[in-house]
């Protein structure tokens, strides 16, 4: 089993802004997969015939489970994350809104605090 250095997995951490309200970053969740979990799986794991997840929430119970198995200890951003990195990446189900928005990107409906403490 191949593990990326805990460095790429800090910078994934570091890029996203705290307190996410909705939306997944599915480039935090790409950065995350290929940090813990490319090196065992392959495209064949997710594009086999016969799939295990059948839904949007099949893949992120999957997401879930192997995050646990693994002692990854993924937060539930974390895990939305990954899970709409794999869903656009591979599986196309249709994505509940407060996980997917349309920039791929929990930036879009989110309220960013300024230095000067007011919102935009």
């Not at 196309?92 to 920039?103: F, G, L, M, T, V």
Request: with cysteine; aromatic share 8%.
């Amino acid at each position: 089993m191949r593990f990326a250095p805990l460095a790429a997995i800090a910078l994934a951490a570091a890029l996203a802004p705290p307190g996410h309200a909705s939306g997944a970053d599915t480039q935090r969740g790409k950065a995350l997969y290929e940090a813990r979990c490319g090196g065992c799986h392959a495209e064949s794991v997710h594009g086999r015939a016969k799939r295990e997840a059948a839904d949007y929430k099949g893949v992120r119970a999957w997401v879930r489970r192997w995050g646990d198995n693994l002692g990854l200890k993924w937060t539930d951003d974390e895990v939305a994350d990954v899970t709409a990195y794999l869903n656009g990446r591979y599986y196309r189900y249709s994505c509940p809104p407060a996980d997917c928005q349309a920039s791929g990107s929990r930036e879009a409906d989110s309220t960013v605090a300024r230095l000067d403490g007011r919102s935009r």
